[in-house]
Every structure is written in structure tokens, then in C-alpha cells.
């Protein structure tokens, strides 16, 4: 037995031995097409070692159909193994298993039809070559037909170097497995090559299956250490290719060792060109993320942060490689994702948000402007009518004058009405919960009422039930609010009878109500006007809008406001015998313990349109400087203090003030808020400095504004301001702020 001879039953010994090595190994059925193949060899190596030993010729013919009956799928059995390696998917099956079983199957067919010694078309001239010592090799030509079978085998293997091509996108551990298995199909591939063309022996002897084991070895390495055939690594491979994230890795040096399409379009990448090359050169043009780069290197850890790429914006992760026992490693994975449509609706929605914030404040700010100059013109219409009331007037100017007031008080309400609603529906108003006393707010709320219910000859009664308690946490201003537009409404729309005003309370597992009734014998709302009486610049009939007046805001704001206040408004009626209004607010009880006066008297703040009879004038007689730029508003002023015993002296702005102030002494200064040159804002911070740098007596400020605006009396304290006063501007009202300055105080003591 020759070398040859033996090296080929060692091959098929080796192959056999790698087939159960690798099918032991891989357990699963994509190592199945490889597995053949390696049966393949070993059946090639074995019935070519048979053929050499072999002595005759018809056996040799014999031993050379079987054998090529079984390699004509060889080359099939390997692409395959390629195909799922590569593409993680089975390739024959179907139409294409058919398609290409068409060139083996039509050789099979020639290699057996004729009998021994195979087709012409296939092979013929078979003949024994022994030019080698010891060896008898059969010999043959190709037909038509074998060189249409060769051309269908190399158009197999190169398809297969193609699939394993390693790919720019693969990582290296991939790729170096694939040339692994590039180099061992390659070696089998050419070897075959070189017989075929008998460049591998004189004698014609096909050194192929005797190289099986090499090839076979390199391939086996290539499937068990860099797991090609493992569906894991290729399945991540499959993913990463597809990401819409840009990922590069870097080795310990810096250099980029992978990176998938997605980054290779950003960043410019052809073929394998940055791999092996320092990032910071490769992402020379990107001078932003090298510094991220070259920062992670100082401080390792996973870090996140944004950066601009051309016209993107990125969001990258720098993840730090760890070892197999947890160790830090200088190699990172780099991980980019597009955030710009995200950052562009951010941004349109900051800008959006931005605007609304300027509407919302420009809003803000008409509202103010709004009630200063409404205000203003009306503090002058009431002002000097009450003035006028108080001088000798014959019966017919007397009325004349109560005319104007009563007017100039209902143009009130309905500004504050208009006002309130445009609060509502910009969102701006704001509630102050704080205890109070119910029972005495509805009282003191409804007796401001009874005069008006007096003069139309009805009936007025109040019911406070003992259940209610004497402290509850509410609103009590915007509560008092919703019980006078109630109460106003059923007077306004009552002509016989009478209105009954009752309070409840109501205590359920959520909480305790507040249950307002207002109850009136007047002209009644039908079904469908109920409907829509709840609804803005509504009323149940145009031609009430005629007959009574009002803007028909009353009841959307007091709906308003009970829903602010946790509850809601409802009515019954019927048409021709009256209603009954009931709104419930959500409230909280307190200990009973005594209950000032203040936020009591809220009530009485809502219905501006009631003014107090004046009383005699304090004792008290007050040295005032009064800062106000409007000429009506200055003579109304020095016009109520005269009328209340007191020495004023008028300038036009807070400068001028602060002027005055240097120069003598004031028990009390009213500001008005807004003037030109200085403001009573800042006014009042100069008069706090000057005191406070001179030692001065503090002056006793009063802020008088035509803002009636929520928060305003706040915002003046917070400056500094010691009292404050809105317009329209009542005798009374001043009275008592007057009374409330310190040195008036100690002059009546006195």
C-alpha cells in the first residue's frame, strides 16, 4: 500500500472524526448541510483509496460511478453550509432546491444509464495510467456534458467566496472566522482545480480528499471557535446591519475595529477604509464627537450627551467594553441615534409654548390695562356723585345725581363681570381658601341686597341651618361672589312674592358641600332655556336682555366658580312661577374659635356697586400727599379728603413725591400705581431707602389702583405698601383707610 493510498483512508478516518466532533458540538439542524459535506470527504478519501488498490479496470470504472454519484452534490452541500453561516437562512428549499438539483440529477442520470464505465456525453476513454510506481490510476476525458458539470460546480464555489467575503460591517472576530473558512474552501477548490487540468501529478493522481483534513480542520475551527454556524452572533449581526443607529467600535488604542451601515452613511465610510484607523483621524471632520471620543478616555463609564452632525442631532452612548470578569476595559462601543425629529418638535413646542406664555402674558396685561382704564374714568363718574349727593341739591337734581350713581354702579358690575370672565377663560383666576364663617358671609352678602328688594315691595329671608358650622375653608370672596349674582338675579327678575336665601350643608364619604339655595317667585325659565342659561353671554330671552339689562355672564361665571370651588350650579324652574338656584361648594371644617371680621366683610367687596352712607368725620385731621397723574382724579381726591377734614397736597408722579417728602412731613401718601417718570412701584422702594438711610418716621402708604386684578393687593405689600384701595373710589372706603394710619390712630387716642 503506498503513502497515497494510506493518507487517503486517514483522511476519511479524520473527516468521520470531525463529523461527530462538530455535529456533537452544534446540535442544531444548521449544522446539518456541513456535516455532509464532511461525510462527503470521507466517502470521496475511502472510495478513492478503493479506487487506487483497486485491480482491474471494469472495478476501477465501477468504484469511480459510485463514487461520483455521491460527490455530485458536493459542491451543493457546502453552499448551503455557506448560505446559513452567512445569511442565517436556509437556501435549498423550494423552487431553488429544484432548480438546483437539475445539473447533479442529469448527471447522475449519465453516470449509470450506460453501465459501467459512464455516458459519452459524461466521460469516455477510460484508461489506466502507471507511470507512478505502485499505482494504477484510471484516467479519462470529459464529454459535453462534464464540462457543463464543472461549470456548474465552480459557479457553486464561487458563489460560496462570495458569501464569504468578509463584509466591512462584520465585527473581526466574525470576519477572521470567515477567512478561516475562506482559506480552507479556497485550498480544496484550487487543488481540484489543478488536477483537473493535470498540473498535480504526472500520473494524473487528484490531491484533493488527501488535503481534505487541513481543509475540513480550518473550516470545523472556523464554525466551533468563531461561531459562524451559531445563530446568535448572526442573528445580532442581522440586527446591527439594521439598525437605524450609527454604532463604531474602538479598540483599546482608539482605532475603529467595526461599525455598521447606518454609521458608514453618516459619517462618509467607503468600504473597509476606517477600519484599523485612529477614530480621531477617521472623524476628523466631526470635531465634536472626537472630543466626546477622546474625553470617555479620561472618565470611563457609560456617558450620555448630545451632539450635532452636519444638520443632525445625535444622542450618543459611550459604553465601555468590560472583560469576561467584569473589568474596565479602554475599548468602547460608540452608539449614535437621531433625536433631530424629536429635538425639532421639542423646540416647536418650546416655541409654541413660548408664545403662548407672551399671549397668556400680553393677555395679562390687557386685562390689567383693561380694568385701570375702565376704572379710571369710572372712579370720576361715582366719586363725584357721591360728592354731589352730599351738597344742597333741589329734589330734581337729587334724583339726577342718584341716577348717575346707580348708573355708574351697574357699568361697574358689568365690567367686573367682563373682567372676571375673561380671567376664567384665560385660566388666570386664582382662589384664596381660607376660614371664614359662612353663615355671616351670606348674612352680610345678603343685606347689601335687602335695600333692592325693599324698594320692588318683595319679600327677603334668610335660612342658615344649624348644621352648617361657623368655620369652613373656602373662598369666601368668590363664594360671596356667586351668592350676589344669584340673589341680584332674583331680585332683578322678581316682581311679586319674594326671594328666600338658605344655606346648608351636605356630608358625604368624599367630603362636606356648602348648599346654596336661592329661591324666587319670579318669571320662571322654560326647559330649553335651562339648556343654555349656564352658557356665556346667554339669557333665557333676548328681550329680558332689554327689559332687565345685564350681559348674561352672571351665571356662566358663578358656574364657573363652583366648579372651581369643587361643586357645581343647577336650577329648576318653571315658567311663570320662578326658580331656585343651588350651588354646592366643596369645603373643609375647622375648629370652631373666634372668626374676624375680614374675610367676612369679602362679601361686601364684591358688590362695589353699594356704598355706605357717610357718617360724621373723624376727629383725626391728617396732613396727606396724594401722588396721581389724572386731573379728575386728583380734584375727586383733594374733593373726599376735604369732605373728611384733611389737609391734601397734590403731584403729578412719584417723583415728585419723593420730592415732597424730603421737604416736610406726611402722615399718610397715596400712590396711585401707575404714573409716568416713576410708578408707585418704584416709589415706594425710594421712600423705604430714603427712610432707611435718614431714620426717618415710616411713612404710612396707600396704594390706590385701578388694577382690580387678583394678587394685586399682594404684590403691593409684598413692595412695601402699608394698605391698598381700588377705583372706582368710595367716600368710606377712604375713611377708613384713612383710620387705619397710625397717626390718626394716636390723634383720636389723644
Not at 421639542?346 to 407672551?358: F, G
Amino acid at each position: 500500500m503506498t503513502w497515497q493510498i494510506t493518507s487517503l483512508y486517514l483522511s476519511g478516518v479524520v473527516e468521520l472524526a470531525l463529523l461527530f466532533l462538530v455535529r456533537g458540538r452544534l446540535k442544531t439542524s444548521t449544522a446539518t448541510p456541513f456535516c455532509l459535506a464532511l461525510f462527503l470527504n470521507a466517502f470521496w478519501a475511502v472510495g478513492y483509496a478503493i479506487e487506487l488498490g483497486s485491480p482491474t479496470l471494469e472495478t476501477k470504472q465501477l468504484i469511480f460511478q459510485i463514487r461520483c454519484s455521491v460527490l455530485c452534490f458536493y459542491a451543493l452541500a457546502w453552499l448551503e453550509t455557506v448560505h446559513r453561516m452567512t445569511q442565517s437562512r436556509a437556501l435549498l428549499r423550494g423552487w431553488t432546491l429544484a432548480a438546483a438539483l437539475i445539473v447533479p440529477l442529469v448527471t447522475l442520470a449519465l453516470i449509470w444509464l450506460p453501465g459501467p464505465g459512464q455516458h459519452e456525453l459524461l466521460r469516455h476513454s477510460f484508461y489506466l495510467n502507471e507511470s507512478t510506481p505502485g499505482l494504477s490510476v484510471l484516467r479519462n476525458t470529459l464529454g459535453p456534458w462534464g464540462i457543463v458539470y464543472y461549470l456548474f460546480n465552480y459557479a457553486v464555489w464561487a458563489w460560496v467566496f462570495v458569501l464569504l467575503y468578509p463584509r466591512r460591517h462584520q465585527t473581526g472576530w466574525e470576519r477572521r472566522g470567515r477567512r478561516l473558512f475562506l482559506a480552507a474552501a479556497a485550498l480544496g477548490w484550487s487543488t481540484d482545480i489543478l488536477h483537473l487540468f493535470g498540473l498535480t501529478s504526472p500520473a494524473g493522481l487528484n490531491y484533493a480528499p488527501i488535503l481534505f483534513p487541513l481543509t475540513s480542520i480550518l473550516a470545523a475551527r472556523a464554525l466551533l471557535r468563531h461561531g459562524l454556524l451559531d445563530l446568535a452572533p448572526v442573528a445580532r449581526a442581522a440586527l446591527l446591519e439594521r439598525l437605524e443607529d450609527r454604532i463604531i467600535a474602538l479598540d483599546e488604542d482608539g482605532r475603529i475595529i467595526d461599525f455598521n451601515q447606518a454609521a458608514a452613511t453618516t459619517f462618509g465610510f467607503t468600504g473597509a477604509g476606517p477600519l484599523g484607523r485612529p477614530a480621531a483621524e477617521a472623524l476628523a471632520a466631526w470635531p465634536a464627537l472626537v472630543r466626546l471620543l477622546e474625553t470617555s478616555i479620561l472618565r470611563p463609564g457609560n456617558e450620555r450627551s448630545e451632539i450635532e452632525v452636519g444638520e443632525l442631532i445625535l444622542e450618543s452612548s459611550l459604553f465601555v467594553v468590560r472583560t469576561s470578569d467584569g473589568e474596565h476595559t479602554r475599548a468602547r462601543v460608540l452608539v449614535l441615534r437621531d433625536v433631530t425629529p424629536r429635538k425639532v418638535i421639542e423646540r416647536e413646542l418650546r416655541l409654541a409654548k413660548e408664545k403662548a406664555e407672551a399671549a397668556e402674558q400680553a393677555q395679562a396685561r390687557f386685562l390689567a390695562t383693561m380694568s385701570h382704564e375702565i376704572r379710571t374714568p369710572m372712579n370720576g363718574v361715582i366719586g363725584f356723585s357721591q360728592l354731589l349727593s352730599t351738597s344742597k341739591l333741589t329734589e330734581e337734581q337729587r334724583e339726577y345725581s342718584d341716577l348717575i350713581a346707580q348708573s355708574g354702579r351697574s357699568l361697574l358690575v358689568i365690567i367686573d363681570d367682563v373682567l372676571d370672565y375673561s380671567k376664567i377663560a384665560a385660566g388666570r383666576l386664582e382662589l384664596d381658601q381660607v376660614p371664614c364663617d359662612a353663615g355671616e358671609l351670606v348674612r352680610q352678602g345678603c343685606r347689601a341686597q335687602e335695600g333692592r328688594a325693599r324698594e320692588k315691595g318683595i319679600a327677603f329671608e334668610i335660612e342658615i341651618s344649624p348644621r352648617v358650622p361657623r368655620r369652613v375653608v373656602t373662598d369666601p370672596v368668590r363664594f360671596g361672589q356667586v351668592l350676589v349674582n344669584l340673589v341680584g338675579n332674583a331680585i332683578k327678575f322678581t316682581a311679586k312674592g319674594g326671594v328666600l336665601v338658605s344655606l346648608d350643608l351636605a356630608e358625604s364619604v368624599a367630603g362636606c358641600d356648602l348648599v346654596l339655595r336661592v329661591r324666587d317667585t319670579g318669571i320662571g325659565i322654560t326647559p330649553e332655556q335651562q339648556a343654555t342659561i349656564f352658557h356665556p353671554f346667554i339669557q333665557a330671552d333676548s328681550s329680558i336682555t332689554r327689559r332687565f339689562g345685564g350681559t348674561g355672564l352672571g351665571l356662566s361665571i358663578s358656574d364657573n366658580l363652583c366648579r372651581l370651588l369643587g361643586g357645581d350650579l343647577g336650577v329648576e324652574s318653571t315658567l311663570g312661577l320662578g326658580s331656585v338656584f343651588t350651588a354646592r361648594v366643596r369645603v373643609a371644617r375647622v375648629p370652631d374659635v373666634e372668626v374676624g371680621a375680614a374675610p367676612v366683610a369679602a362679601a361686601e367687596a364684591v358688590e362695589t356697586a353699594v356704598a355706605a352712607p357717610l357718617t360724621a368725620v373723624p376727629p383725626a385731621c391728617l396732613r396727606l400727599l396724594v401722588c396721581e397723574d389724572n386731573l379728575s382724579n386728583q380734584t375727586l381726591i383733594r374733593a373726599m379728603a376735604g369732605a373728611l377734614g384733611h389737609g391734601v397736597r397734590i403731584v403729578a408722579n412719584g417723583s415728585e413725591g419723593l420730592a415732597a417728602l424730603a421737604t416736610d412731613g406726611y402722615d399718610a401718601v397715596l400712590l396711585d400705581l401707575e404714573m409716568p417718570v416713576m410708578d408707585g412701584y418704584e416709589a415706594t422702594r425710594c421712600i423705604r431707602e430714603l427712610e432707611a438711610a435718614t431714620g426717618r418716621r415710616r411713612a404710612h402708604v396707600i396704594a390706590v389702583t385701578a388694577h382690580a386684578l387678583q394678587g394685586e393687593a399682594e404684590r403691593c405689600a409684598a413692595a412695601g405698601m402699608d394698605d391698598f384701595l381700588t377705583k372706582p373710589l368710595h367716600l368710606d372706603a377712604l375713611r377708613s383707610a384713612l383710620a387705619r394710619v397710625p397717626t390718626a390712630t394716636a390723634k383720636m387716642k389723644a
